[in-house]
Nanobody
C-alpha cells in the first residue's frame, strides 16, 4: 500500500518560515504524473485545500495562503514540497498531502505546524 509521508513541521514564530516535504513510500507511485495537493486541518475545523500542483505543473493556492506559500516537486526524489513563508498564527494546523481530489487510502499522519510567539 502506498503512503504519502509528510515531514518538516514544527514550532515557528509569526513571520517565520518552514518547508514541508511529502514523499511516497513506494517508488511506483510517481508524484510527477499526478495532481497532488497539500491540505491542512486546524483544531475544531474541517480539513481544507491549501495548494495544488497538477501533472502539467499548474498551481493553485487558497486565498488565505496566496503569495506566502509555494508548492513544488522534485521529480528525481519523487517528493513534493510546500514552502511556508510569512507564517501567521492562523496557519497553525496539521498539514497533509494527498491527491486532488484526495484518496481516502492515501491520508497519512500529517505534520504539525504551530505558529506562536
Amino acid at each position: 500500500q502506498v503512503q504519502l509521508v509528510e515531514s518538516g513541521g514544527g514550532l515557528v514564530q509569526p513571520g517565520g518560515s518552514l518547508r514541508l516535504s511529502c514523499a511516497a513510500s513506494r517508488s511506483f507511485f510517481n508524484i510527477r504524473t499526478r495532481t497532488v495537493a497539500w491540505y491542512r486541518q486546524a483544531p475544531g475545523k474541517q480539513r481544507e485545500l491549501v495548494a495544488t500542483i497538477t501533472s502539467g505543473d499548474s498551481t493553485y493556492y487558497a486565498d488565505s495562503v496566496k503569495g506566502r506559500f509555494t508548492i513544488s516537486r522534485d521529480n528525481a526524489k519523487n517528493t513534493m514540497y510546500l514552502q511556508l513563508n510569512s507564517l501567521k498564527p492562523e496557519d497553525t494546523a496539521v498539514y497533509y498531502c494527498n491527491l486532488n481530489p484526495p484518496s481516502q487510502s492515501y491520508w497519512g499522519q500529517g505534520t504539525q505546524v504551530t505558529v506562536s510567539s
